[in-house]
């Protein structure tokens, strides 16, 4: 019974990343420790996982990655590319973060450009972010150090088979790939909804709440009386009193002491609220609040705020700033906004103080998208030490002269010593997380591997396909995958399809080359939702996206995408 009730265990892990009540580091981290606690390893085997070579490389890129993104190229880039005639601004747009994207973190070049994408007025910028989400996507299916989830695949193939594959073995198939997705991608650009700043759901996106303090003469008064259906720009909500909301507000509804007033409207027009005495934005006076400039950021998938509410934290301490509203998607978010459970790709205003730049936490927690706040950048010296430094590190390892594992560290040193980057920042955004979920994933593999779960798995898809053959084996292993980056992160999916791909390619006794590079081309196929992948949630609120809008876009680029990859990679890497 020892295999089933392994293969149990997983199917319980697999759940609980769906239903997100457990984040994938602590889920993973547990499932090993309970292998190592019932014997299916043993120590030494769970710590070898951890220090796998080809995870350091990963966690190396990652590290390296804090310095290429402040090279002042991305933002360059980004003030040049949206000009001319919108299709081709849109074509040049993709083809150059599809390029960026095959060397640097694709986190890092969406950031860059969201900023500059959201503050131009010639093109609606929901016509771009989608597309610049994707394409950035089929960037990283093109190299090895393209996307973190080939770095994934390759450690558990040097894992699995004692070899790492080559920096651009990932080519042969991604970039015809890609090529035709982007295409697809293009044409499927028109179908997106057409968001200017100056349309009415703009206008609506965010909501302001206030209190009104006990002793505010407002109080007493109706909404007539204390000139609050009079507002420049501004609209009252909703009042939530004593835990119920009041909405819609009439005329002569009185306030009371305690009030919270949710108000909507224009961002830039806040600062009519502060003509009312005793009125405060989530506890703080309006006039000194709004002294201050307001930045738009975007919640990054690092930040510590997800899952948090404004009350659980001390955020005016946190970061010297006020939270003036708050944005997810193009929802409207009911009830008073500090109570409000905070996640990734959430947009949020805020009133900053002069301290603002001097906290250290922002690149963790935030994406800017507004604002006079700009982030430090590397100048020129610093900048063409680290863009030819990382340059010649890919070059090195391409040619097989230098393992790109030596090439990073020696880069990181040179970094560190020139001090382009600190040991601080290193220390502030090390990749903990990751480094958790894949040393575990890797000891999970093992357990499967000792407990004869894998075997189990293998035999089992064999007896699907058997009638079949080895192709349609090949195609179950891909969609497998697809289907987990959907619901998981792409990650996790490539760290819970590994095992049985490569399970699948020995029950046939096939090369397992192209199963795993099925694995690698399906964790990345995340087109659907906006929730799988990190990228997606960072344009979700700034493109003031539904849901419906990835899938309209989502489902051909997938389908084609798909297509390429099925017809093209066992060609490529027979079986």
Known sequence: MTPWAVLLSITLLLVLLISGKVKPAIAFVALAGVYLLAGFI?????????????????????????????????????????????????????CSTALLSAFLNNTAVVAAFLGAIT????????????????????????????????????????????SELGMFQFSLVGIPVALVTLTVLLW????????????????LSYFLAADVETESPMVGKSIEENGLRSLDGLYLLEIERKGRLISPV???????????????????????????????????????????????????????????????????????AGVVGIRRGDKRLEGQLGKIFLRVGDCLLLAVSADFRQHRNLDRNFHLLSGSFTRPQLNRNESLVTLGGFAGVIGLAAANWLPLFHGLLMLLGALLLLKVISMAELRR??????????????????????????????????????????????????????????????????????????????????DPLPFVMAVAYGASACFFIPFGYQTHLMVYSPGRYRITDFLRIGLPVSVVYSAAVLIITPLVFPF
């Open 42 to 94: 043993d120590t030494s085997t769970l710590l070898v996982q951890y220090t796998n070579p080809a995870l350091a490389t990963l966690l190396l890129l990652l590290l390296v990655s804090l310095a290429l993104e402040r090279s002042p190229l991305l933002d360059w880039l980004s003030q040049h590319l949206l000009k001319g005639h919108p299709k081709l601004a849109t074509a040049r747009l993709m």
């Open 119 to 162: 503050r131009q007025q010639r093109i609606a910028p929901s016509r771009l972010l989608i597309p610049l989400s994707y394409a950035s996507i089929l960037g990283g299916i093109t190299t090895l150090v393209g996307t973190s989830t080939n770095l994934v695949v390759n450690s558990f193939h040097l894992n699995a088979s004692g």
């Open 188 to 203: 499927r650009a028109n179908a997106l909804p057409h968001h200017r700043s100056e349309d009415t759901e703009e206008k």
């Open 250 to 320: 009439a005329p002569d509804e009185q306030l009371q002491a305690d009030d919270t007033l949710v108000f909507t409207g224009e961002v830039s027009k806040v600062q009519a609220l502060q003509r009312f005495p005793g009125l405060n934005l989530f506890g703080h006076q309006a006039d000194n609040l709004l002294a201050t400039n307001l930045v738009e950021v975007v919640i990054s998938h690092e930040s510590e705020l997800a899952g948090k509410t404004l009350q659980d934290v001390d955020f005016r301490s946190m970061f010297s």
């Open 429 to 510: 955004r090390f990749p903990f997380e990751l480094w958790l979920i894949i040393g575990s994933a890797l000891a999970i593999a093992q357990a499967l591997e000792n407990s004869g779960a894998a075997a189990l798995l293998a035999h089992g898809m064999e007896a699907v396909f058997s009638g079949y053959g080895m192709y349609a084996a090949f195609i179950g292993c891909y969609l497998l995958t697809l289907v987990l980056t959907e619901t998981v992160t792409n990650n996790a999916a490539a760290a819970l399809a590994f095992p049985i791909a490569w399970s699948t390619a020995q029950a046939f006794g096939a």
